[in-house]
């Protein structure tokens, strides 16, 4: 009778960690701005890699946008600005994005965003590895 309550013991344990397990990983794993398009397109593409840096330039037609994803430490520079109505954890805001405009993010947990306005814009993001 031990040996099966033992059994029954390891089982229940073993089936509790594989559960703790599988917890910690996020079934809704985000994609990256290079892996998120929009209505299934591509909107960035890759200038350079190479082991310190990715560089991305990536372009939004009016009515286009970029999917929810996430960022990673990065440096932003707009080569072609428009408007843009950005969703975040914040809430949904409207925001003019000027040509020449710089930023630098930590990282963003995520967001969304859709080109409102009427003509392209075109973004270069740098991240450091």
Do not use: A, R, W
């Given at each position: 009778?031990?040996?099966?309550?033992?059994?029954?013991?390891k089982i229940a344990f073993l089936f509790f960690c594989i559960l703790s397990l599988l917890s910690c990983s996020s079934p809704d794993q985000l994609p990256d701005p290079l892996a998120a398009g929009w209505e299934g397109e591509k909107v960035c593409k890759v200038l350079?890699?190479?082991?310190?840096?990715r560089v991305l330039e990536c372009s939004f037609p009016p009515g286009f946008g970029h999917e929810k994803h996430f960022h990673a430490k990065h440096f932003g520079y707009t080569l072609k600005g428009s408007k843009f109505r950005i969703t975040d954890h914040k809430g949904t805001r409207e925001?003019?994005?000027p040509t020449g405009y710089d930023f630098f993010n930590e990282g963003i947990e995520w967001h969304e965003v859709l080109n409102i306005g009427?003509?392209?814009a075109v973004f270069l993001i740098i991240e450091p590895k």
């Open positions: 009778m031990q040996t099966i309550q033992s059994l029954s013991t350079k890699e190479n082991s310190s840096i925001v003019d994005v009427d003509s392209t």
